[in-house]
């Protein structure tokens, strides 16, 4: 068996596995979902992808077609999170959606990677930090994005179409679209092209 022949039973083992899954869990009541985050978190393969997909398909608020969760990932506050097209997300990664994040299509998250959308409140010092609360603040990652291994979205940051984010870089604010972003804080490096052809 040549290897495109291959290719195609294994996409369409693939394909079969997402009908099951995402059948399943969309009649499943919502628990059933949450455990099997739990279980399946960490599945390898084939199986734990497709697992995964129809896990979040009934846990997110939108979930866009051929989106990849590697295991490992934890995705916290799900109900408040959209997820294009085409999206990537890497072993080890923390998203949160307790801010609310809109995640576009074609988007590359590399592994480690953490996505805030939620900081502490810090500013009065006669009380313990633990104790302030947190101020929820929503994120954004445009389409055709791609974020580096161990990179931190900070919380209200918005990460514009055909950015790269650099490896360990660290976004504090909104980044400019095709725009090539690195270091603690990030700031911008490089571009991608002159003149963008900006769609959001």
């Known amino acids: 068996m040549n290897n495109k022949i291959k290719y195609y039973i294994s996409r369409a083992y693939y394909k079969l596995l997402i009908l099951v899954f995402v059948g399943f869990f969309k009649t499943a009541p919502g628990f059933i979902a949450g455990w099997g985050n739990i279980i399946f978190r960490n599945f390898p393969g084939k199986f734990g992808y ?54 576009g299509n074609g988007v590359l998250i590399g592994h480690r990677v953490s996505i805030l959308t939620s900081e502490h409140n810090y500013k009065d010092a006669d009380c313990l930090i633990r104790n302030s609360g947190l101020t929820l603040k929503s994120a954004y990652i445009g389409d055709d994005v791609w974020i580096g291994a161990n990179a931190v979205i900070l919380a209200g940051c918005r990460v514009r179409q055909g950015t790269v984010v650099g490896a360990g870089a660290v976004v504090t604010k909104d980044v400019p679209v095709y725009s090539i972003v690195g270091g603690v804080p990030a700031k911008v490096v490089g571009h991608r092209c002159s003149i963008p052809k900006v769609i959001e």
């Open 50 to 103: 497709g697992a995964r997909y129809g896990i979040y398909k009934k846990l997110v608020k939108k979930l866009g077609r051929d989106v990849l969760i590697s295991p490992s990932c934890i995705i916290d506050s799900p109900k408040n999170i959209e997820i294009g097209d085409n999206v990537t997300i890497n072993h080890w990664c923390f998203i949160s959606g307790a801010g609310g994040l809109k995640i």
